[in-house]
């Protein structure tokens, strides 16, 4: 991205604006001291952990604080009129004219009882005053500009009937309807799948160039910012760190938050043998401990001096268009940077790796369907037709003892359902499943409890899995006197111990789940799935829910445990990144199918299946330099209660014409398995040779 | 070249009941000249200038500081501005030269872009001398040679002829008819990557053309 000459005055020019939330007892300061520009036709991304005042900074701009928030300091100047202080009524009126916003859950912005065309065209009618059909055929008009496919019916359907990636192009459809000057986009794709994402994405980048739009645009993925950004500002505990451009920020970032957030987050293609990911220490500070007088970081930084403990160092440039609020930026240099001792886990070299042990699990041809009502009168006396969703169809892998295996898909792909019907939450029709030689296609109720002590589950939402009124230590003792895996009177050492395992002290014992964060939830779920001494955990999402600093943490935990306790995981996940990282192997499913297993480093190389192929081309990549393929796929996921005949990815294959008559036999047969090395297949009609010559997604220099 | 692909889209703009002071302010902080004046929706009620905003010294019953002060700060955008029906305007898909024609017969430094009466955008007459600096080349190295011609059907090709002949590329043209002379023509090429003298031998060579400038 090329940064244009500007010769307009900025859009918005915020300058050291601070915005408290009152409270009962005192204000609590969420955001202090935070300057920055948004020009036309630029995107400034706002980026950092949860809790460092992103979402504020974009409701502060507007002042949709809610009756508690208030802007207490500073000013906030759009196209040169001052905001701070204007009246609910004034704002209101700009809102609706020339700033609009997007937010992370489409779902919320829409009306689930109006029409999207109802919804679309009242912003028209109410804001400009146009008549009804003419705001009904803009409408239309904008919705084909944000690329939604037959866009005249998706005006007479309601909210629900629609996709999420379709939402949110409606709700940016919505923005846009009237030609706003500032668009503020809160996490905007990260309810979003990775494909989908990708498409939202471009799209937000060619807005951006056809309307000369501001956007500031808030998200925590370091990945999406180095895709949409040309202006990055990172926040910590309520104060911008660092900002400027977008590949100075990646080439070079000065402060030692930013230079720790790089670290956290896997690259596409790093792996867990060839690189390690640093969390940070500590954790952000809550807004009422954070530092007085001093620098908010110093006390997570490696390189904090007593002045840092004692001064608060300003936001100064160090570069044309690059600042860092750091005393020793010029002097720090992130490549000599060395882990302090006890952050990461000192992996030794991997010792008793017995290759050609029998796999631990062996799944063959495994399918399991959801019963669906007929809607015919003759299902009530049970004639009708019965109808299925095909939720797993005809999956076969098996994982050899001590090793992952990712499983990557969109959603509604079916990852879950597979990992339901391995603990026995859900029983397949058909296929054979072997654990141990226990038999896996019993429902967990009627399951051996030696098999539940060896298979347990570390789940994506740790909120909903631990109950609120248990202690942590009643939580994870639990399974302990379930299965009798140390003596009663041991009990609470044990628990102390797996406590120790995950990096928790013993002062957690009596906590309860309300008093921890997200991360340190996370972690008791891991202690507790690692209770029994599992031979198998099974990890649905188990980082998707946490930040970066914390998600490198946790995976780091998970690796030591598996390496200390010789477990085998499964590892589900949208973010291909950290299953490359994770994962030994890796199966991508679509539509209930794997289409494509293998070691993982065979996946993220050519020969692809064209749906890996399109998955890799979809991430984001958090380095503004790297070059990748320009693939998207078009239409959502078919339903699985109607799947397409032959290949099920036959309707959004995009390399269908490597084979004649444009594909045609991708409609008519199911293809075989084609098998690239022993471990390697791929489940494609087009030959193998062919797939090879394709070129890799990802080149960086 | 459209009006709409050289407009500013979203200009700074004001709202009737705003005062003079403020949009002074405005208008200082964003380094503007016009504010167009826009009710709900963006809809144009007015246009507001530097010069507009000048209040002749008769408005005013005496000289006194207080009598000043006290008027400017009554006074709001709605008095001063020049009324909707006053206020020249274009549409986005209006040809460029067609909206400097509009700017220069009513003598106006700028034209709010409207779409159903609603502010898109506004061109002004520095977009105008930015594009005419690009439609010459202002902005790239390159040998800028004009040329008199014959007023006369495939003069023009001549030049560019001999030009590609050479394996060269014309970056930028522009042609005029000579001042006070209908018979002839003058014709300004930028022309990149090669040796003045070399173009200016290549332009020599061809009948009935005079160079008369090369920088």
């Known amino acids: 991205m090329t940064t244009m000459e500007r010769t307009h005055a900025p859009i918005l020019k915020v300058r050291n604006a601070a915005i408290s ?28 952990e949860s809790g460092c005042g992103k979402s504020t900074v974009a409701f502060g701009i507007v002042d949709f604080l809610g009756p508690n928030g208030k802007i207490v300091g500073g000013s906030i100047k759009f196209q040169g009129q001052e905001l701070v202080g204007r009246s609910q009524d004034e704002l209101r009126k700009l809102r609706g004219d020339q700033i609009s916003m997007v937010y992370q859950d489409p779902m919320q912005a829409l009306n689930p009882s109006v029409t999207i065309g109802d919804q679309l065209a009242e912003v028209l009618t109410v804001h400009r005053g146009i008549p009804k059909p003419e705001a009904w055929q803009k409408s239309i008009d904008m919705l084909d500009r944000v690329y939604m496919p037959d866009s005249a019916n998706v005006m007479k359907r309601y909210p629900h009937q629609i996709s999420g990636g379709q939402q949110q192009r409606v709700v940016i459809a919505m923005a846009l309807l009237n030609n706003p000057a500032l668009l503020i986009m809160d996490e905007p794709t990260t309810a979003l799948d990775v494909t989908v994402e990708a498409v939202v994405l471009d799209l937000i980048e060619d807005l951006k160039r056809d309307f000369d739009t501001g956007i500031v645009y808030i998200t925590h993925d370091l990945g999406v910012v180095a895709r949409v950004c040309n202006y990055v500002g990172v926040m910590y505990a309520g104060e911008m760190v660092e900002v400027g451009s977008v590949e100075s920020i990646y080439a070079n970032p000065m402060h030692p938050y ?43 930084c490696d390189y904090a001096t007593d002045r840092c403990h004692n001064e608060k160092p300003q936001l100064r440039q160090l570069e044309t268009g690059h600042s860092a609020r750091c005393f020793y930026s010029e002097t720090i240099d992130a490549g000599t940077w060395e882990p302090p001792a006890g952050l990461v886990p000192e992996f030794e070299a991997d010792v008793g790796q017995e290759d050609g042990r029998e796999p631990i699990i062996r799944l063959s041809e495994v399918k399991t369907y959801y019963e669906q009502e007929s809607k015919s009168l003759l299902s009530l006396v049970g004639a009708g037709e019965k109808r299925y969703v095909k939720a797993v169809d005809d999956v076969s892998l098996e994982v050899p003892p001590n090793k992952t295996l990712g499983i990557v898909g969109e959603s509604g792909c079916g990852k879950s359902t597979l990992a339901k019907t391995i603990i026995g939450l859900e029983t397949p029709r058909d296929g054979k499943a072997q654990f141990l030689g226990f038999d896996l296609t019993v429902p967990v109720s009627g399951r051996d409890v030696k098999l539940i002590e060896e298979l347990q589950m570390v789940f994506q939402n740790p ?66 799935a690692f209770a029994s001494r599992p031979d198998l955990v099974l990890c649905d999402e188990p980082v998707s829910a946490l930040d970066v600093s914390v998600q490198a943490a946790v995976l780091n935990l998970l690796l030591e445990i598996q390496r200390d306790y010789g477990t085998t995981m499964m590892f589900i996940a949208h973010d291909l990144s950290v299953v490359r990282f994770f994962s030994d192997y890796v199966a991508v499913m679509y539509l209930g199918h794997i289409v494509e297993i293998g070691p993982a480093e065979a996946i993220y190389a050519p020969p692809y299946q064209p749906y890996t192929e399109a998955l890799l081309s979809a991430v984001p990549i958090p380095d503004p330099t790297a070059e990748q393929k320009h693939i998207r796929l078009h239409g959502t996921v078919p339903s699985a209660l109607d799947p397409p005949s032959g290949c099920p990815f036959h309707t959004r294959c995009p390399r269908r014409d490597l084979l004649p008559d444009g594909g045609k036999i991708c409609e008519e047969q199911i293809p075989q398995w084609q098998y690239n090395s022993e471990e390697h297949r791929i489940f494609c009609h087009i030959p193998l040779e062919e797939l090879r010559k394709i070129e890799p997604v990802v080149t960086s220099d | 070249m459209l009006v709409k692909d050289y407009m500013t889209r979203h200009p700074v703009m004001a709202e009737p009941t705003m005062s003079i002071v403020e949009a002074q302010h405005i208008m200082a902080e964003t380094r503007v000249r016009h504010l167009p004046v826009v009710k709900t929706g963006k809809r144009l009620v007015g246009l507001v200038t530097r010069q507009t905003m000048r209040i002749p010294p008769t408005d005013l019953a005496s000289l006194n500081v207080w009598e000043i002060t006290r008027f400017l700060s009554n006074l709001t955008l709605e008095d001063v501005m020049v009324m909707r029906e006053n206020v020249i305007t274009t549409r986005p898909d209006v040809a460029l030269e067609e909206a400097a024609k509009a700017m220069t017969s009513g003598k106006v430094g700028c034209l709010p872009v409207l779409e159903d009466d609603v502010v898109i955008g506004i ?31 495939g003069e023009l090709a001549k030049v560019t002829g001999a030009i590609s002949e ?25 022309v990149r990557d090669v040796p003045k003298e070399d173009l200016l031998s290549v332009l020599r060579s061809i009948d009935g053309h005079e160079v008369i400038d090369v920088r």
């Open chain 1, 258 to 300: 930013t230079q720790g957030l790089m670290r956290c987050v896997p690259k596409l293609g790093a792996t867990k043998e060839s690189s390690i990911l640093y969390p940070i220490r500590g954790r952000v500070p809550a807004p009422q401990d954070r530092p007085k007088g001093a620098c908010i970081f110093a006390p997570r």
């Open chain 1, 463 to 528: 909120d909903s899995t631990m109950n609120p009124s248990y202690s942590v230590g009643h939580q994870i003792g639990r399974p302990l006197r379930r299965f009798n895996v140390v003596p009663k009177d041991q009990v609470r050492d044990e628990v102390v111990r797996l406590l120790n395992a995950v990096r928790l002290d013993g002062s957690y014992y009596k906590r309860l789940p309300r008093q921890l964060s997200g991360g340190e939830k996370q972690r008791v779920g891991i202690a507790r």
């Open chain 2, 123 to 153: 061109i002004t007459e520095v977009d105008m001398m930015t594009q005419l600096t690009e439609l010459l080349g202002g902005n790239v190295e390159g040998v800028r040679a004009t040329i008199r011609m014959p007023n006369r059907k």
């Open chain 1, 21 to 48: 939330y009152e409270t009962r007892h005192t204000d609590v300061e969420a955001v202090r001291d935070v300057s920055f520009d948004v020009h036309r036709a630029e995107t400034f991304g706002v980026v950092g």
């Open chain 2, 166 to 190: 050479q394996g060269w590329g014309i970056y930028a043209s522009g042609g005029v008819q000579t001042p006070k002379d209908p018979d002839h023509w003058d014709c300004v090429l930028k």
